[in-house]
């Protein structure tokens, strides 16, 4: 599911989706893609999960599926919790840091001129 988003324009999708339900002709307005490549990101979409469609006369109605944003949800926590786990750690292991380097300050450089 997770892997749907990597492309820029689902994620534009999901958030405008995330505002309110949708067609593909609603959605591709303002974009600087075709309403036929919004359909294709929109099976995509569908095909993970992420989002669900209604078909109303001719139209389809795309809409945010909540089961799928509770799996993203799910899965960016544990991310976070593992990640600053290990920063955790890594902090109380006493690895080393970033390497720092100390800005001169104005009484080093004159000395220098000195």
Do not use: C, N
Request: a negative charge.
């Amino acid at each position: 599911m997770i892997e749907a988003l990597g492309e820029p324009m689902r994620v534009t999708l999901l958030e405008r989706l995330l505002d309110e339900p949708a067609t593909a002709t609603d959605l591709a307005r303002g974009l600087p893609v075709t309403r036929s490549a919004v359909s294709q990101h929109l099976q995509v979409m569908k095909a993970v999960g992420l989002v669900s469609d209604v078909p109303i006369g001719t139209r389809r109605v795309y809409a945010v599926d909540p089961d799928a944003l509770a799996l993203l949800r799910s899965y960016f926590d544990a991310f976070w919790s593992r990640s600053l786990d290990a920063f955790r750690h890594a902090a109380e292991a006493g690895a080393p840091g970033p390497a720092t380097t100390r800005r001169p300050d104005v009484a080093d450089h004159h000395r220098e001129d000195s």
